[in-house]
């Protein structure tokens, strides 16, 4: 067993003992049947010309020295076929997402083993031992060789994107898509401008929405920044509208514009809407989803009406009472509709004195009243006491405290 740091910069001799190069770099290629790539070529470099010679004419590929069995005259130059891996080139230092993991590693070497006189590259070395043999330090390189948790992953748990782009361990969709928005948004975070958009591109519209909305919005606009505006105004139409108006704001004017015309009229209105606040007001950081219904409904025409429109709202805390005027007449929690009697009138179990905040009360302002009457969600009224929206409690704390400390908090519901 030897490794790509070990045999690069090897001296390279023929059978007559001629010295010819060093090792350059390794080809392998991925088989049918076979989870390995094969070993198929060494690239020798002699002053400043390479040469290929095939894996056929190696005498020994894991020596101190790597000899041919022919003389370097009566060697053909190998051509590379379609789909073959310059392993240097391609493999080392590129990323591998691990979804097991939850974490964002990087190659820093490949196990090369031979079997039954070929030669296969066996697994990929994401620990410090790799990292310490490509800087020389072979000692250490040994010592910590897959000591380290994690540090060594079989090739064929490794599914190789394309040469450009980052490797990833293979999952089945379905386990990507049970991962938490919280850890997706944690792997993008690892990831560089454009590997997190060439991932982000690959998530699904919902899913993709639920894990921007655990982004900074200042990283959203980079993840986003080469993504198609047709997949984009779909991904704001599934964001929460106060999240898609932030993302917006982060963006060219003439870009956000010709985003919100993509995007259905109903979404887009409600983005305009909030787009027209101070960014750090209670009407720049509301949302306009939330349930209302008419006072004249009793506990069972309530729970129906909720019912409707659960599609249309992510987050449930409370169920506001507004007229037809759509003035706040009162506010119940799920708990109180749950064990009220059906027949009963929501009138008299709805709560009439109701905490809120105006439309131009600062981001402190409201975190305050959240705070001070301990809500998950705060009504937005104007001056009528006509209801526009509500600020969740994540959203009123999210310029107050650090996203690292928020990360650490409770949530109270799931998405």
């Known amino acids: 067993m ?6 690069v910069g090897k001296p390279v001799i023929d059978v007559e003992g001629e010295n010819i190069g060093k090792v350059a770099e390794i080809l392998a290629i991925r088989t049918e049947g076979m989870p390995h790539p094969k070993v198929t070529a060494v690239q020798v470099k002699h002053k400043k010309s390479l040469t290929l ?15 041919l069995n022919k003389q370097v005259e009566d060697i053909q130059p190998y051509t590379p076929k379609d789909g073959e891996i310059f392993l240097a080139r391609d493999i080392l230092d590129k990323l591998i997402i691990d979804i097991n993991g939850v974490r964002v590693v990087r190659v820093n070497d490949l196990e090369v083993t031979r079997v039954n006189g070929d030669y296969f590259i066996a697994n990929i070395d994401v620990g410090v031992g790799g990292l310490f043999r490509r ?19 079989s090739w064929d748990s490794v599914e190789l994107l394309s040469t450009d782009e980052p490797m990833r361990l293979k999952v089945p969709q379905e386990k990507l898509a049970e991962l938490h928005p919280a850890d997706l948004a944690d792997i993008l975070e690892d990831m ?27 990283f959203q606009a980079h993840i986003i920044e080469d993504m198609s505006d047709e997949r984009l105004a779909d991904v704001l139409e599934e964001m929460a509208p106060d999240e898609a108006a932030d993302l917006l704001a982060e963006l060219p004017k003439d870009r956000s514009e010709n985003l919100l015309e993509l995007m259905e009229d109903d979404e887009a209105k409600d983005v305009r ?12 950081i509301m949302t306009t989803e939330y349930v ?34 759509n003035r706040l007449l009162g506010v119940f ?64 704390l999210d310029k107050i405290i650090p996203t690292a400390w928020k990360k650490h908090l409770p949530h109270f519901y799931l998405k």
């Open 53 to 67: 010679i095939p894996i056929a004419d190696v005498a020994a590929l894991i020596a101190p020295i790597v000899p």
């Open 135 to 153: 800087l020389g330090m072979g000692a250490k390189g040994k010592k910590s060789s897959g000591a380290e948790k994690g540090g060594v992953i």
């Open 333 to 396: 929690s799920l708990s109180d509709l749950i064990f009220a009697n059906p027949k009963t009138p929501i009138s008299d179990f709805m709560h009439r004195r109701v905490a809120t905040v105006e439309l131009y009360d600062t981001q402190e302002e409201v975190a305050r009243v959240i705070a001070k009457y301990n809500l998950l969600a705060v009504p937005v009224v104007d001056e009528e006491n006509c209801l526009h929206g509500i600020v969740t409690s994540d959203d009123a």
């Open 292 to 325: 209302a219904i008419p006072p004249k409904l009793n506990a069972e025409e309530a729970i129906a009406a909720v019912r409707a429109v659960g599609d249309e709202v992510e987050q449930v805390f409370y169920v506001y009472v507004t007229d037809e005027e």
């Open 2 to 7: 030897a490794y790509l740091s070990d045999v």
């Open 273 to 284: 809407k909030l787009l027209t606040y101070p960014e750090e007001s209670a009407g720049g």
């Open 192 to 218: 560089d401008r454009l590997e997190s958009g060439r991932f982000a591109n690959r998530l699904e519209i919902s899913q993709l929405a639920d894990t921007l909305e655990e982004v900074e919005t200042d």
